[in-house]
């Protein structure tokens, strides 16, 4: 097992104190201080002994309530970092307290920091960080002296932040030297000279000389510094012990690995996992896996595939103190822990005995918070709460060695100082019935996949992964000076018919076979934004196809399009800005302007922004309509509705900006979703028949952290190639030349319309939801309701079958015509509120089977 023995109900028996093995080795020894007078736990309760790699200090003190290498009750770690805040709050008394701002150090102490801001009862609260972010101006700076990586920022989104004239807390796990509080207080100190400084950590273990250093820099400072800390000491290391230390680290990683590749022949099963070191030849316990609540798997199958949960993080509120957290972020978090928590509870099924919530270097606080709620919802019978690291440390399985195994796997995050191994510690050989990873955004990558997630897979029964959106500061003004991408240089529309608010990636390879997409999406090792499917290049015979159903339907849509254009100018805006969600949404933004240039002669502008299931719409893209428009002219357009994710995904993006209407338009909604409409049939719209080649020749949006950093648009493809095969201006001049004829039946409509009750339903939600639970699939996200959605599912998605409303006519006949190519059953229906509704095959991999017991067929 890893760390001290775990005894029924959780409670801890510490067997053998969790330093004696490198102190029998080493001579170091810790000693207890006498303290600040509290009565405060020993240090042999607070932190064990282990070794690493470092030129500058070979031993490592390992903190047991700190929740980076050893895995703890949340409930203990949140309360070491209240206490001190509270103990902080009464040395200053109210009226300090209430102007006083917590800094705290990465990576080690961001989430310490920011409990003991919380203790404070409201404290604004900041850490450093070593992950630069473009367009936010360095407010401070120091170095480190001990640590691996060494070179802190500041980044305050607010510059006034450390500017004021209140005390300064600064928090770090320990002090050794003081060195760190030196260099922090002295660079702050010379940009915003104050008065008083308290400096906090779980452990002060400054030599008497060290202490003597801090008096002086002080008093020539002309400050006060206060000290707080949960206990004290000193560490006690002989002569040479660097060397000696260095040493042993190279013994024991040499032994490691000719264990390891002695190994290598065994048979399945005893061989170390990859990814996992383990010095001095201790073998990792047998895995209890899960019983119940994973569809499709039963006990003893192998590693399920990684659950991504969606956690519901609130919008506009940052995934820590990078940037700073205010009291105000502090309460809408606190609100929405608990509903976070029961989604996670949902997800990991049944009430298991252990679960982990592993956090990721300077995430801390986040995933910290997330499982302390778990832990109070009673979801699992213990929750432990640590962290990964950028810090190599020695792993030995010895219950005096407060490191028992090791997971090593490559940095996630495209790091500034280049790519490196990244740790897990503790956590292998533990037991966990669960693990629940929880990064930000910017870390949620492919090399996440195939490095840290792939590297728990073989120690606990199942891996679950919590994403929370990176935050990017408001003051942050990336592209603003950028112009839109217009045609002929990015699109085959005309320069005065779209803008669009993107950055070309068309000279990467982003597209994947779609049965490979289908595996990864499903299994929550990629996210579908982040590659590309292979463009559908139609047959002949389908090509005939869209063009008697353009022919069939042209004023069909023309109608459509007028109705809901008169309806924007009517209720909306006389003088819209048109920002159709790409790419679904763009040929009718065209259209609409179009037709609002012929019947008006207005010339309304138009862009095209990109958004995307789970992660939100373009921020950037948001900002850059803000700088050039008034936010309340701006009317969001799309295709049409299916069962109206996207009209709630927009809803709940635009939360974090003034003045944008959340109200989506669309050509047609068969799913009552929204107010604004051309039609609410599920006809067919002869654009949802092909892709990029109806659609300006532009790919559907990508967003993939390697590509689109903080301060990018998301980003598509412009396809050249296919040039011969482009009808995308033939389309809008085909419904175009029917404006004039359609022109008196629209003014009829849309008197109608303005004078109808048009409240959204949400009917096609309701199919949804039934038809998921009848078909065995229970995953709304795998129902694409509507003749365009079931489109979209069969020239790009791995399709199970296709539910076609009874007797539904010739706007299906395309969908028949693919689903014949695929080999995809068509089943007729009675009760649909659409024509047809597609179904991606459920819990997809190659040579899986469906509900039905029936094998897909991946053509």
């Not at 048979?267 to 990814?275: E, F, L, R, T």
Request: aromatic letters at 6%.
């Amino acid at each position: 097992m890893s760390g001290p023995l775990t005894a029924k109900k959780g409670k801890t028996i510490e067997a053998v104190w969790s330093g004696t093995w490198v102190a029998d080795r080493l001579g170091v020894s810790l000693e207890d201080g006498t303290g600040d007078g509290t009565g405060g736990p020993a240090l042999q309760d607070l932190l064990g002994l282990a070794l690493r790699r470092n030129p500058k200090r070979a031993h490592l003190l390992v903190s047991r309530v700190l929740g980076k290498h050893v895995p703890q009750s949340p409930a203990a770690v949140y309360a070491a970092g209240y206490g001190l805040g509270e103990r902080v709050r009464e040395l200053l008394g109210e009226a300090e307290a209430a102007s006083v701002v917590v800094l705290g150090y990465a990576e080690t102490a961001t989430g310490l920091g920011h409990c003991v801001a919380d203790g404070l009862g409201g404290a604004p609260y900041l850490h450093s960080t070593r992950r630069p972010v473009p367009g936010v101006e360095a407010a401070g700076g120091f170095e480190e002296a001990h640590s691996h990586a060494t070179s802190h920022l500041l980044l305050p989104e607010d510059p006034k932040l450390l500017a004021g004239p209140g005390p300064l807390v600064l928090v770090d796990d320990e002090f050794s030297t003081g060195n760190t509080v030196l260099n922090t207080i002295a660079d702050l100190h010379a940009r915003h000279p104050r008065g008083h400084y308290v400096v906090v950590a779980l452990v002060d273990m400054r030599s008497e000389s060290d202490r003597d250093r801090l008096s002086a820099f002080a008093a020539e400072l002309g400050a006060r510094v206060d000290l707080i800390s949960l206990a004290s000491g000193t560490v006690s290391l002989p002569e040479g012990v660097l060397a000696k230390g260095q040493a042993l680290v190279e013994q024991y990683e040499a032994e490691a690995a000719a264990s390891a590749s002695a190994a290598a022949p065994s048979a399945a099963g005893s061989q170390p996992a990859a990814g996992e070191s383990q010095p001095g030849g201790g073998q990792n316990q047998p895995l209890r896996r899960l019983s119940s609540g994973v569809r499709g798997s039963a006990p003893g199958d192998g590693p399920h595939p990684t659950i991504r949960v969606e956690l519901g993080w609130p919008a506009g509120i940052p995934d820590g103190g990078r940037h700073g957290f205010t009291p105000a972020h502090r309460a809408v978090l606190e609100a929405a822990l608990p509903g976070m928590a029961d989604r996670l509870t949902a997800a990991l099924g049944g009430t298991p005995e252990r679960v982990l919530v592993l956090g990721n270097e300077e995430l801390m606080y986040a995933p910290l918070r997330l499982a302390q709620a778990l832990e109070a919802s009673g979801a699992a019978a213990e929750v432990r709460f640590s962290t990964t690291t950028r810090s190599p440390v020695l792993a030995v399985d010895d219950p005096g060695y407060a490191i028992r195994t090791r997971l090593v796997f490559p940095a996630h995050d495209a790091p500034a100082d280049g790519p490196g191994d990244r740790y897990a510690y503790n956590v292998a050989g533990a037991r966990f019935d669960a693990v629940i990873a929880v990064v930000d955004s910017a870390g949620d990558t492919a090399e996440l996949r195939t490095g840290l997630l792939a590297a728990l897979a073989p120690h606990t029964g199942r891996v679950l992964l919590a994403v929370i959106p990176s935050y990017v500061p408001d003051r942050q003004e990336p592209i603003m000076t950028a112009e839109p991408l217009r045609g002929p240089d990015f699109s085959s529309y005309a320069p005065e018919d779209v803008g669009w608010l993107l950055q070309d990636l068309s000279g990467v390879e982003l597209e994947a076979p779609t049965e490979e997409r289908e595996e990864a999406i499903q299994a929550g090792d990629a996210h579908y934004a982040e590659s590309l499917p292979v463009e559908y290049q139609p047959s002949p015979e389908y090509q005939q196809l869209y063009q008697s159903a353009l022919t069939a339907s042209a004023a069909r849509m023309a109608r459509a399009v007028g109705t809901v254009t008169e309806t924007v100018l009517a209720e909306r805006s006389p003088s819209p800005v048109l920002v159709s969600l790409a790419r679904a949404g763009t040929p009718v933004g065209v259209l609409m302007r179009r037709w609002a240039r012929a019947r008006h002669g207005l010339d309304l502008p138009h862009y095209a922004v990109s958004i995307v299931r789970g992660r939100g719409i373009d921020a950037n893209a948001l900002r850059w309509l803000a700088a050039h428009h008034d936010p309340a002219d701006v009317v969001f357009v799309d295709g049409w509705t299916g069962k109206g994710a996207i009209t709630r995904e927009l809803r709940e993006a635009l939360g974090e900006f003034e003045g944008f209407n959340p109200e989506i338009v669309v050509l047609a909604d068969p799913g009552s979703c929204v107010e604004t409409y051309g039609t609410r049939e599920d006809f067919l719209i002869p654009s949802a028949c092909l892709n990029s080649t109806v659609s300006g020749l532009v790919s559907r949006t990508v967003l993939r952290s390697d590509l689109v950093g903080p301060a990018d648009f998301h980003g598509a493809k412009f396809y050249r190639e296919l040039a011969g095969a482009d009808v995308s201006v033939a389309f809008v001049d085909t419904v175009s030349a029917h404006f004039e004829e359609v022109a008196e039946a629209v003014d009829a409509e849309v008197k109608e319309l303005l004078a109808a009750d048009r409240t959204p339903t949400w009917v096609g939600w309701r199919a949804v939801e039934r038809i998921s639970e009848e078909y065995g699939i229970h995953d709304v996200n795998l129902v694409k309701p509507g003749v365009g959605e079931t489109t979209r599912v069969l020239l790009r998605r791995v399709p199970w079958k296709i539910l076609a409303q009874r007797g539904a006519g010739a706007d299906l006949d395309h969908v028949r015509l693919l689903a014949e190519q695929r080999g995809v059953p068509v089943e007729e229906v009675d009760g649909l509120p659409y024509s047809c509704v597609g179904l991606i095959h459920p819990r997809f991999t190659r040579g899986a089977t469906g509900a039905d017991g029936k094998a897909v067929a991946a053509k």
